[in-house]
């Protein structure tokens, strides 16, 4: 693609989202529908396009060019399949968040504020493996109104592109639909032009490793959402459920351990009686457990687990702000001060009580789905669903006022907020 097509895509993409601002929740609702349908019923396709990625991957693999996680990411399976079409269907059944009503004031008699939800515009999405993330990002643009320029690995570049084939070929059939909502590039090249669009694309979401998002955080001018690694903690402390933290540090490392919301650091303070026996069960589950690391802060992504012992909870906050990734934490205790505490002064995303860090996930939080989690601080943080891909406008409506009449003093503002 010559820089000059993909400026033409990005314009393009542009054009799309601003008509896609005028679409009825019926018409979105219908495009989604049309989506889950078309998908269920081209998957032997898609699971043929799967296999050929597969076998490419695994030369990747050999190579030591793709990690074993990302391997793991890129397979499609009936399983997988059934998950995407239920979580279309999801997100079709989700209230429109475009166009709400947000705050209503009067700012003078005849003079009223709107604050109302809108799209961000055009959406820059580049991820790794993981062939499903077309079909959540997509339906989520599809109801939030936002167009997408998707960027896929190239380890999944077959499955990528029969997916989007089929999501458009379904969307040209929904009369009052845009086109050009969703495209596709699929070159290393197409992304540094990406990155330069800064005039056409209003936000970036990476969905990847370490390197690739800290690439993109220093190559582009645009707006970055995403979180760079998963270094995520769970804490035992000294009054916890032996069999609770047993079973959620289980679940937080095996349930899927290449997952950026996979435990990656055991606290454990000095005094839980029965410190002996949680390491014993996490290890006999298949866990190597680390005393040593090179560096706390650290994303294994595998079947291995650093712990420390710590003098106490403030320790084990201090350790976490220090070390972690601003992900999901969980503390595993019976004494409710402590875990409030714990919740309030650890500095995550996501932080938890006795459950597993594996909930991070917007399809569990009941999202529909997401397009990734966000450590940022500003516009929106966590599993970013279909909320996080609106803004606001303010809109003020009036008949002739001026601002000179209430500097002068001849009128007053009496900013009364109306249901």
């Known amino acids: 693609m010559?820089?000059?097509?993909?400026?033409?895509?990005?314009?393009?993409?542009?054009k799309a989202s601003v008509k896609a601002q005028g679409l009825s929740s019926k018409i979105k609702n219908a495009a989604l529908e049309a989506v889950a349908k078309a998908l269920e019923i081209n998957k032997a396709k898609i699971f043929e396009a799967n296999r050929e990625d597969l076998q490419y991957a695994k030369t990747l693999l050999n190579n030591g060019e793709l990690t074993p996680s990302t391997f793991n990411r890129l397979k499609l399976d009936e399983n997988k399949m059934r998950d995407m079409v239920k979580g279309i269907i999801d997100i079709s059944r989700l209230d429109d968040p475009v166009n709400r009503t947000l705050?209503?004031?009067e700012l003078d008699e005849g003079l009223t504020l709107y604050k109302v939800s809108c799209p961000i515009g055009v959406l820059g999405i580049i991820f790794e493996a993981r062939p499903d993330v077309i079909s959540q990002i997509s339906a989520l643009?599809?109801?939030s109104s936002n167009s997408v320029i998707l960027k896929g690995g190239k380890e999944a570049k077959n499955t990528n592109k029969i997916i989007l084939d089929i999501i458009n070929k379904a969307l040209d059939t929904v009369e009052g639909f845009p086109k050009n909502l969703l495209s596709q590039i699929y070159s290393r090249e197409d992304v540094s032009k990406m990155l330069d669009a800064d005039k056409y694309i209003d936000l970036i979401i990476p969905r990847g490793g370490n390197s690739l998002v800290k690439f993109i955080k220093s190559n582009t001018k645009i707006p970055v959402l995403g979180h760079a690694d998963g270094v995520c903690h769970i804490y035992t402390?000294?009054?916890?459920?032996?069999?609770?933290?047993?079973?959620v540090v289980i679940d937080a490392k095996t349930q899927y351990?290449?997952?950026?919301?996979?435990?990656?650091?055991?606290?454990i303070h000095k005094d839980f009686a029965q410190s002996e026996e949680l390491l014993n069960a996490v290890k006999n589950a298949g866990v190597e457990l680390i005393s040593e690391p090179e560096?706390?802060?650290?994303?294994?992504?595998?079947?291995k687990l650093a712990y420390?012992?710590?003098e106490n909870i403030d320790k084990a906050i201090e350790h976490i702000n220090e070390y972690g990734s601003g992900h999901t934490e969980s503390i595993i205790t019976t004494d409710d001060k402590a875990a409030e505490k714990f919740m309030n002064l650890v500095d995550s995303a996501g932080v938890y009580h006795n459950v597993s860090t594996r909930f991070a996930d917007g399809f569990r939080y009941g999202f529909g789905a997401e397009v990734g989690i966000s450590t940022n601080k500003t516009h929106a943080r966590g599993p970013v669903g279909i909320d996080g891909l609106v803004i606001y406008k303010y809109k003020l409506i009036g008949n002739g006022q001026i601002v000179k009449d209430?500097?002068?003093?001849?009128k007053q503002f009496h900013h009364k907020d109306l249901k």
Request: proline share 0%; net charge negative; hydrophobic share 35%.
């Open 141 to 143: 643009a599809i109801k």
């Open 308 to 310: 420390k012992y710590v």
């Open 237 to 247: 402390d000294k009054n916890a459920d032996i069999e609770i933290a047993k079973k």
């Open 257 to 267: 351990s290449s997952a950026c919301n996979t435990v990656e650091t055991l606290l």
């Open 103 to 105: 705050l209503a004031r």
């Open 406 to 410: 209430y500097a002068d003093g001849e």
């Open 2 to 14: 010559e820089n000059n097509d993909f400026i033409s895509l990005a314009r393009c993409a542009k």
């Open 295 to 303: 560096t706390w802060h650290r994303e294994y992504s595998d079947l």
